[in-house]
């Protein structure tokens, strides 16, 4: 029986624990993922083209792994010569940050 107890009382010390490393990893992956779809808007509204593989290798390490990019562009029928620009990076194909622009002359 105080086996038993004594399981208890660690689990609930050390569930905390566990969850603040999700947390903490989540919030991470959130962060690199705005990070480069906010560098993929901004090499896309500079350069007006986005070479992807010169794009990725400026990326790597634990953080950046398993992170894509994704862009998608639409010309805007009400105010012609616009282009709605929107980037979405995400974490194992789950969206984790999108950004809309509109660009054009």
């Not at 999700?22 to 509204?45: F, G, K, N, S």
């Not at 070479?51 to 562009?73: I, K, M, N, P, R």
């Not at 990076?89 to 999108?98: E, G």
Request: charged fraction near 15%; hydrophobic fraction near 55%.
């Amino acid at each position: 029986m105080a086996m038993v107890l004594l399981a208890a009382a660690a689990a609930g010390v050390l569930l905390p624990f566990s969850s603040a490393a999700a947390a903490q990893a989540e919030a991470q992956r959130r962060v690199a993922a705005a990070r480069i779809a906010a560098d993929a808007m901004e090499t896309l509204i500079a350069d007006g083209t986005l070479v992807w593989d010169d794009f990725y290798a400026h990326y790597s390490g634990a953080a950046y792994a398993d992170l894509t990019c994704e862009v998608q562009t639409q010309a805007d029928a009400v105010l012609p010569g616009l282009t709605l620009v929107t980037v979405t990076a995400k974490y194992k194909n789950v969206p984790m940050a999108t950004l809309k622009t509109l660009t054009g002359s």
